[in-house]
């Protein structure tokens, strides 16, 4: 790994991306979660894992026999998470996400405008797991050219409803390197709030699959989920996942916080060189070269 630059001290904000426990603490009932996922999961009478995820938990029973081995059940593992963050986007939170998370943090937003004064205009960027396009108009004001794609059907109609101008493709981050005409094509790109999605498994895949898509010294933004110490451990929604260390599953999310010279050492291996680095908003952003 390369040594990091500069590094900019911790900025304290409102966290994105996922609702956080607070003092709005809520007691929902199963159906009322389910009307308005937005409340607080961190309730005894919240839902269980299995409403929170689209019907599906981890059953060690079928999803694995005397003969499976350790990688085939962590592959369908993570195979039915990534099943599961499908659904939960198009059933759950495309509807009301521009509503509860369609603002800019303040670290986001220094990021974004750090990455795109590396571009010139005109430059073609990919927005991988775009959502709902939240970054378009900025990136627009920037002049650039922006390519989008997610997992979720839900959310890029979102998006395609707001910017029709913006082509996307509906794909999942481990599989952007399977677009032939994607490779070496981008000036930059951004990969926001999402990569805490992808099991430890996937992530030499996911990352040198972003990095393909780029030309040489292009620009790439890409943010680190941390985990909040504030959190109290909820009790397991899933008990016999076959988890691993760094994996939490909770509410009837999967994230993975690797530590963070895990993620410098996947950076490095995916040829992406950290220019710029800070923490703020629940995230640790990243500016990369690639
Ligand atoms: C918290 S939202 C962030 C969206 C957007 N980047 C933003 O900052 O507003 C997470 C997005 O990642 C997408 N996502 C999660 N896992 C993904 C995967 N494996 N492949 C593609 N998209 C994924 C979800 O569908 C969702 O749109």
Redesign the pocket.
């Known amino acids: 790994m390369r040594p990091i630059v500069t590094v900019t001290p911790i900025i304290v904000g409102s966290r994105c ?1 996922r609702c956080r426990h607070g003092r709005q603490r809520v007691r929902p009932a199963d159906r009322e979660y389910i009307r308005n996922p937005w409340r607080c999961r961190h309730s005894t009478q919240r839902p269980r894992a299995r409403l929170l995820a689209g019907g599906m938990t981890w059953d060690h029973d079928r999803m694995s026999s005397p003969s499976s081995s350790g990688q085939d059940v962590r592959r369908r593992f993570l195979d039915q998470r ?1 099943q599961i ?1 499908v659904t939960r ?1 198009n059933t759950l939170f495309a509807a009301g996400y521009d509503d509860h ?1 369609g603002h800019i943090n303040r670290s986001h937003a220094e990021f974004i405008g750090r990455f795109t004064t590396i571009l010139a205009p005109g430059d073609e960027i990919l927005d991988a ?4 396009g ?2 378009w108009p900025t990136l627009h004001r920037a002049d650039l050219r922006i390519i989008g ?4 059907e839900a ?1 890029l109609e979102n998006a395609r409803a707001k910017d029709p101008t913006v082509s996307t493709q509906c794909c ?3 599989e952007v390197a399977a677009i032939p005409e994607f490779t070496g094509r981008f000036a930059g790109l951004i990969c ?3 990569i805490e ?2 099991g430890p498994e996937d992530w030499p895949r996911t990352l040198g699959g972003l990095r393909s898509t780029l030309r040489q010294s292009a620009p790439a933004y890409l943010t680190m989920e941390l985990p909040d110490p504030a959190d109290k451990p909820d009790p397991p929604d899933d008990p016999a996942a076959p988890l691993v260390n760094g994996e939490v599953l909770d509410g009837g999310a999967y994230h993975y916080y690797p530590a963070e010279t895990l993620v410098a050492e996947s950076l490095d291996s995916a040829g992406f060189r950290v220019i710029h680095a800070g923490e703020g908003d629940g995230y640790r952003h990243l500016l990369c070269i690639a």
Do not use: E, F
Request: charged share 15%; aromatic share 8%.
């Open positions: 991306g990534r963050n986007m998370w797991a775009c959502g709902t939240k970054y794609v997610d997992h979720s959310m999942a981050l481990q926001v709030d999402a999605n992808i």
